[in-house]
């Protein structure tokens, strides 16, 4: 068991990570010409949108089911939407929020974007850090709006008139993924600006914009689009439950910001609290590059309830990162994400 433990604490978890995203990616995009079908509930960005998709996106349905009105909600109807949600709970009580670290197909196509800035030489953009913390409660604007748009068009809020029938599902209308992921089976019939209605104008032409940030972003930041996804927020609503997590013990800690470092969102918290036992945050995605990136026995654990899966020690961390060998080196103190 000893043994097994400390192959697993001295393996290369990014390089399964890595290997984890191409079949998930497959998966998701293009399952259904694999016969593969997952159903409507569960989180997977399986983007209804793209011919490949084995399933539909949870967001897509939760919009649909919000457009109805409030004396539904407290129905059949109402019945059927917790349903949904609690199978959607039940997937993150399992994974947690490494559904974005190691699933999420927009997540893999940044950390591709990534890659290739890395390959051509291209350095990260200075940032201000205040900037992107104050940028990442957009998230829970989007998650918000997510639910009350499509109430709103069922609904009138304090006598205000009905929201248009065409903002059902309105951040489907934005999403990045249902313009990028069709491209992947060749299918260009999302790109397009919709001339229907003045809504469908601005809604369309929103989508373009979004779709041009979210490119021009991944370059300035590694996972950019991931500061302001609502999927990313409502997972962290439920994050504590989670059987899957990732906790510190301080007394361990010499803050020596390796943690930091390699956090593809820039989390700074990880290397600055001591006290914090659950380091999850909202902006973390689990991807566990922290817990590889720590010297000290113990000090970070992945673990599944109380039982640990994978732990930072001195030996696993000289195994990944040697400036002298064939392992991959840290980035510099100074450097920006």
């Not at 998709?53 to 019945?79: A, N």
């Not at 439920?238 to 059987?243: A, H, L, T, V, W």
């Not at 918290?269 to 659950?278: G, P």
Request: glycine share 6%; hydrophobic share 45%.
């Amino acid at each position: 068991m000893n043994n097994i433990r400390k192959w697993i604490n001295n393996a290369n978890v990014s390089r399964f990570r890595f290997w984890v995203q191409i079949l998930t990616f497959i998966l998701f995009v293009y399952g259904s010409y694999f016969l593969i079908h997952i159903g409507q509930n569960l989180p997977t960005f399986a983007c209804p949108y793209n011919p490949g998709s084995p399933g539909t996106c949870f967001l897509i349905s939760v919009q649909h089911q919000m457009h109805t009105p409030f004396s539904s909600l407290f129905s059949w109807r109402g019945l059927g939407f917790l349903t949904s949600l609690g199978s959607f709970v039940l997937f993150f009580v399992l994974f947690n929020k490494a559904w974005c670290g190691f699933m999420c197909p927009l997540g893999t196509i940044q950390d591709w974007i990534t890659k290739l800035r890395n390959r051509l030489g291209i350095r990260f953009s200075n940032y201000d850090e205040r900037s992107f913390k104050r940028l990442s409660w957009i998230k829970y604007v989007l998650l918000v709006l997510l639910f009350l748009i499509p109430l709103a068009i069922a609904n009138s809020f304090f006598g205000l008139p009905k929201v248009s029938h065409n903002m059902m599902s309105p951040f489907c209308q934005i999403c990045p993924a249902r313009i990028i992921l069709p491209l992947f089976s060749g299918d260009t019939s999302q790109m397009f600006i919709n001339f229907t209605n003045t809504t469908t104008i601005v809604m369309s032409s929103l989508a373009i914009l979004v779709l041009a940030l979210f490119f021009v972003g991944s370059f300035v930041k590694k996972r950019f689009f991931c500061f302001f996804c609502p999927m990313s927020a409502l997972q962290y609503l439920f994050s504590r439950i989670g059987i899957l997590r990732l906790t510190k013990v301080g007394d361990k800690c010499t803050r020596c910001g390796n943690c930091s470092r390699v956090c593809d969102m820039g989390i700074l918290s990880i290397a600055e609290d001591i006290t914090s036992v659950n380091v999850v945050t909202d902006n973390c995605m689990m991807c566990f590059k922290c817990v590889e990136a720590c010297p000290e026995e113990g000090c970070l654990d992945v673990k599944v309830f109380n039982f640990k899966i994978f732990s930072s020690t001195e030996e696993g961390f000289f195994k990944r990162y040697n400036p002298d060998g064939d392992s991959k080196e840290l980035p510099p103190l100074n450097s920006k994400k």
